[in-house]
């Protein structure tokens, strides 16, 4: 009969053990699972920084490069190339850039005087591998009125973020 008892409670050792290698991997798997959402949430906020931090600051910069180009040129018609990689406006050394493209402008029908522009703009952070991340990407329509180059506005009647 002890030799019997001795047999039961080694095998209720081992059930022991196997439950709480079983609570211990459902432990880990949790843990996994909310260090993937951890980053999944730190990864909007920082696209939602990017699209209302840099992507508004590039929006501006590019309505100014518009304005400035008539101003100088004498007429609305100046061709932009595509700026890469600007740096963000208002850190200097941080690893958020924005990337500006000013498309062609093109006259309105119903006013000599207006002239429309596609400004493209995508603002993300760069890793230190160069991967962008967190970006965020604005298709707009840039409404430029040009009198002379002394007597011109320019304002957005269509911002939208492409996905």
């Known amino acids: 009969m002890i030799h019997n008892r001795k ?15 079983f609570i211990t991997i459902i432990g880990l798997g949790f843990l996994a699972k909310s260090d993937a959402e951890l980053a999944c949430g730190n990864n909007m906020i920082l696209q939602t920084r990017t699209g209302t931090d840099i992507a508004g600051a590039a929006l501006f910069k590019g309505r100014d490069r518009v304005l400035l180009a008539g101003s100088t040129a004498g007429h609305p018609n100046a061709v932009f190339p595509p700026w890469v990689r600007l740096p ?18 093109v006259q309105s ?45 320019a304002q957005y009647t269509s911002i939208k973020r492409d996905q």
């Open 7 to 21: 047999k039961r409670s080694g095998a209720a050792l081992l059930i022991v053990l196997v439950v709480v290698m």
């Open 109 to 153: 029908v119903t006013d000599p005087n207006d002239y429309y522009r596609t400004i493209f703009i995508s603002a993300y952070r760069e890793t230190a591998d160069g991967k962008k991340v967190g970006e965020t990407r604005i298709r707009s329509i840039l409404e430029h009125t040009y009198i002379s180059s002394s007597n011109q506005t």
């Open 88 to 105: 963000h406006p208002f850190k200097i050394g941080s690893l958020e850039f924005y990337d500006l493209t000013i498309g062609n402008s």
